[in-house]
Nanobody, 118 residues
Framework: QVQLVESGGGLVQPGGSLRLSCVVS????????MDWYRQAPGKQRELVAR???????NYADFVKGRFTISKDNAKNTVWLQMNSLKPEDTGVYYC????????????WGQGTQVTVSS
């Protein structure tokens, strides 16, 4: 059973930075997508950043230029570097992995809380 474990969340002031990590208990090279999602209180979970097996990276408009997703297949780890944080970035951040072949399957981490407040 694949497990995703996030870490790196916490309380940070506006304008600050955090780096989230997602360690996968298995190879990540077989995942079509490795993503970071977030969910703010009372809101739906939303995609923040995506890294594909082909090397593409995609970002939600609200984090472009501030967040960077990266991964290391050898370390089975995905990171989300978050800079210039804003109060509206507050929420629980989830690591997500998607398999497309031979069947479609989604794996989720337990989430890590990010709070941006002065």
């Amino acid at each position: 059973q694949v497990q995703l474990v996030e870490s790196g969340g916490g309380l940070v002031q506006p304008g600050g930075s955090l780096r989230l990590s997602c360690v996968v208990s298995g190879s990540i090279s077989g995942f079509a997508f490795m993503d970071w999602y977030r969910q703010a209180p009372g809101k739906q979970r939303e995609l923040v950043a995506r890294s594909t097996s082909g090397g593409s990276k995609n970002y939600a408009d609200f984090v472009k230029g501030r967040f960077t997703i990266s991964k290391d297949n050898a370390k089975n780890t995905v990171w989300l570097q978050m800079n210039s944080l804003k109060p509206e970035d507050t929420g629980v951040y989830y690591c997500h992995a998607k398999v497309l072949d031979p069947v479609v399957y989604d794996y989720w981490g337990q989430g890590t809380q990010v709070t941006v407040s002065s």
